[in-house]
């Protein structure tokens, strides 16, 4: 079980619009925490998609945002493509026992 | 343009103790600033972070596995290792080596290597 919890899968067809949530708590976005989220194609690494909450790495297209609010924090992806299916994760701080690093459990995106 | 590349043993046996080293090129772990570390993927499930260091020596683990796990850094070679003492199969996974930065307070895990699959088995 993730500290940080996603929706296991989301579609969307070519063209729309979906979004991704990542629900934490009171010791990890609650408490401030930034979050990140990253991009797995398949058969590959990670990928840093979105930095502190809302940033974008160079070379990162703009139809990839990200936001924050309260305990939760959700990745938008607008003009859906092919290529953006993938296993996306999120990522922040927790101040318990759970350990400096957490990570959602990721969710799978299927472009229809 | 940073780079990372894990090397190590892809298959151990129970119990063993193996070592998975990184190699950083284009950029140098002793400069500072960042953190490097070890983040593991169990076949078809999701990111687990092991632990990082800094170029100090200075260590943080997942308290799920510190009991076990021990990072250390080498700045004349530019590599950083992981050893991970009485593998199990619990413990067959893709490892990942990569660079966190403290950019923004939280860190975040902006250079990855490719990924070396351990497996556990006899």
């Known amino acids: 079980q993730s500290v940080l919890t996603q929706p296991p899968s989301v579609s969307g067809a070519p063209g729309q619009r979906v979004t991704i949530s990542c629900t934490g708590s009171s010791s990890n976005i609650g408490a401030g925490y930034d979050v990140h989220w990253y991009q797995q194609l398949p058969g590959t690494a990670p990928k840093l998609l979105i930095y502190g909450n809302t940033n974008r790495p160079s070379g990162v297209p703009d139809r990839f945002s990200g936001s924050k609010s309260g305990t939760s924090a959700s990745l938008a992806i607008t003009g859906l493509q092919a290529e953006d299916e993938a296993d996306y994760y999120c990522?922040?701080?927790?101040?318990?026992?759970?350990?400096?690093?957490?990570f959602g459990g990721g969710t799978k995106l299927t472009v229809l | 343009q940073v780079q990372l590349q894990e090397s190590g043993p892809g298959l151990v046996k129970p119990s063993q103790t193996p070592s998975l080293t990184c190699t950083v090129s284009g950029g140098s772990i002793r400069s500072g600033g960042y953190y490097w570390s070890w983040i593991r993927q169990h076949p078809g499930k999701g990111l687990e972070w092991i632990g990082y260091i800094y170029y100090s020596g200075s260590t943080y683990y997942n308290p799920s596995l510190k009991s076990r796990v021990t990072i250390s850094v080498d700045t004349s070679k530019n590599q950083f290792s992981l050893k991970l003492s009485s593998v199990t199969a619990a413990d067959t996974a893709v490892y990942y080596c990569?660079?966190?930065?403290?950019?923004?307070?939280?860190?975040?895990?902006?250079?990855w290597g490719q990924g070396t699959l351990v497996t556990v088995s006899s």
């Open positions: 990569a660079r966190a930065s403290p950019a923004t307070g939280t860190m975040s895990f902006d250079y």
């Open positions: 990522q922040s701080y927790d101040s318990s026992l759970s350990g400096h690093v957490v």
